[in-house]
């Protein structure tokens, strides 16, 4: 149990368009879903938690305009990064906590993106 | 500001006994979990501590003292398939959402 997939896996796309990734939580309702950033060779710096039904809270620099979390269902939510630019390139992981009350996030298997 | 520092590179043969450490500072802790990533793929949950002490899970072993903001992940009978990123992560304020805080993680090279 407590599986999370995100999809696509990987992506490339052109300098300027829009990439929508999704989190799924495939076994478990999560309330609570996390948005990290993971450069190569580096650590995960979280961006945003996301909430069910609400707006996300977003981390200190990063701009909510342009990575857009939309939280519709208690399964699933989305990060879209818009106007992606090369620097934008990076390994994009979500993390769902469970609703059962346990602290302990589970994380999907990431989303590598490529701005060309 | 928030920050947990852990050593970049640890290499250690196969059947030995490393420690990886953790020291932190935040603006308000519940507890220490810890990590591993392999290349290319995703994290995956270790251990925790949220008390003072050695907690043991197999071959992993965590340590916990909060008094020093310090703890250690311990690994021992290494095997290759150890080799990853070892990272510590420290739950952070509001409790409601329970979200995590990552080090800088340490590579472990394990060598036959």
């Known amino acids: 149990g407590a599986v999370v997939s995100q999809h696509p896996s990987w992506v490339i796309c052109k300098s300027g368009t829009s990439v929508k990734i999704e989190c799924r939580s495939l076994?478990?309702?999560?309330?609570?879903m996390f948005w990290y950033r993971q450069f190569p060779k580096q650590s995960l710096m979280l961006m945003a938690t996301s909430n069910e039904g609400s707006k996300a809270t977003y981390e200190q620099g990063v701009e909510k305009d342009k990575f857009l979390i939309n939280h519709a269902s208690l399964t699933l939510s989305t990060l879209t990064v818009t106007s992606a630019h090369p620097e934008d390139s990076s390994f994009y992981i979500c993390s769902a906590r469970s609703d059962r009350g346990s602290y302990e996030q589970y994380f999907g298997p990431g989303t590598r993106l490529t701005v060309t | 500001g928030q920050s947990l520092e852990q050593p970049s590179e640890v290499t250690a043969v196969e059947g030995a006994i490393v420690q990886i450490n953790c020291t932190y500072q935040?603006?308000?802790?519940?507890?220490l979990s810890w990590y591993q990533q392999h290349d290319g793929g995703a994290p995956t949950f270790l251990s925790y501590?949220?008390?003072?002490g050695l907690e043991e899970t197999g071959r992993f072993s965590s340590f916990l003292s909060r008094s020093d903001s310090y703890g250690y992940l311990l690994l021992q009978e290494l095997q290759m398939k150890d080799s990853a990123s070892y990272f510590c992560?420290?739950?952070?304020?509001?409790?409601?959402?329970?979200?995590?805080?990552f080090g800088t993680g340490t590579r472990l090279q394990v060598f036959p």
């Open positions: 992560a420290v739950r952070a304020p509001p409790k409601s959402t329970d979200k995590l805080i």
């Open positions: 935040t603006s308000g802790f519940y507890g």
């Open positions: 076994d478990f309702q999560a309330t609570t």
């Open positions: 501590n949220a008390l003072d």
